[in-house]
């Protein structure tokens, strides 16, 4: 497993992250989240991905990853072996437009994100949404104060544009404040379809926004890195309905995709493996974070950890080049 550093709060994180968003669901019972967590320990990851608003899409199971992943820590403990990434301020159901990063929803969700994890402390706390009326400095103010009480370690921004970050890392300057540790994204090697809409607040890293990501420098953690399965599941039939098929099938990501199993083959890696390497070999520091449901899922995801890809081989997956 290889790690990096991204504040000289934390202890080095793994480039691979356990994503959790179904955990404690009927999609990935609490016995299988276990399971996935034990696994991703012994392979060398440390650090796991969730939200307080996570699971909320259920009827009664807002917030279910974190309690699955506090159950989890409190049966076979280890918390200092485990880094908790874990967002707030997500609009809730007033609408996308609702804005929550006032100091009041901020400590809110903190709070009911220790409880449920059954913690004293966040390691990696984000801001799950921007909002155009977001008061930088109070948002600042609040998370440097929670900060000083040990709530949370560092804190970074999901799902918020290059140029707002940008924005508030100069007032995070001009007030002295830690200012984010890094940007959560989506990103693959695949682009949504053009024609695909989705939740309008999300973020992807592609030709409008690869140029502010790489001016910021920031580590980046990407949420649906394997593009819902694609890549391994281009070459079947996929069912009418299939979230890959839906968002990302269209003839540049089947050409990538061609591509990937091309390179896997020569390499000797599955699909999945190849696609992540191509997110861990680039100039910024990504972190991938595996949306796996199950554990042979995550043992394919896992044997991914040690690959690297040179940058001709990236060059011919993303169309740059014609071989590699």
């Not at 009827?59 to 403990?77: F, K, P, Q």
């Not at 999901?158 to 940008?166: D, F, I, L, T, V």
């Amino acid at each position: 497993m290889r790690y990096a550093t991204i504040s000289s709060a934390l202890p080095p994180v793994s480039r691979l992250v356990l994503g959790s968003d179904s955990f404690g669901t009927p999609v990935v019972p609490e016995a299988e989240a276990f399971r996935l967590l034990d696994m991703y320990i012994d392979r060398g990851g440390n650090c796991v991905d969730t939200a307080r608003v996570y699971a909320c899409w259920i009827d009664n199971m807002l917030g279910a990853s974190e309690t699955t992943i506090g159950r989890y820590l409190h049966e076979r403990g280890g918390r200092d072996r485990l880094l908790i990434s874990t967002k707030c301020a997500h609009p809730d159901g007033a609408g996308w437009d609702a804005p929550r990063l006032d100091e009041e929803n901020i400590r809110r969700d903190v709070e009911d994100s220790l409880r449920a994890l059954q913690t004293d402390y966040i390691d990696i706390l984000w801001l799950h949404r921007d909002h155009a009326t977001a008061d930088f400095a109070q948002i600042f103010e609040t998370l440097e104060a929670l900060r000083r009480e040990g709530k949370i370690r560092v804190y970074g921004a999901s799902n918020w544009r290059p140029e707002r970050m940008r924005l508030a890392a100069e007032t995070a300057g001009r007030m002295g404040a830690a200012g984010f540790v890094g940007a959560q994204i989506k990103w693959s090697l695949a682009r949504t379809k053009q024609d695909y809409t989705d939740d309008p607040t999300l973020v992807e890293y592609d030709e409008d926004t690869a140029a502010g990501f790489d001016a910021l420098g920031l580590p980046v953690f990407a949420y649906a890195p394997q593009a819902k399965g694609l890549f391994s599941k281009f070459s079947s039939e996929m069912r009418e309905g299939d979230k890959a098929k839906l968002r990302y099938l269209d003839d540049e990501n089947l050409k990538k995709a061609r591509r990937v199993e091309f390179l896997a083959r020569q390499l000797g890696a599955t699909n999945a493996q190849v696609a992540l390497a191509y997110l861990t070999s680039g100039p910024l520091t990504v972190f991938p974070i595996l949306g796996c449901k199950k554990v042979a899922q995550l043992e394919d995801s896992m044997g991914t950890a040690d690959l690297v890809l040179t940058p001709a081989q990236r060059e011919f997956l993303d169309l740059r080049r014609e071989d590699c």
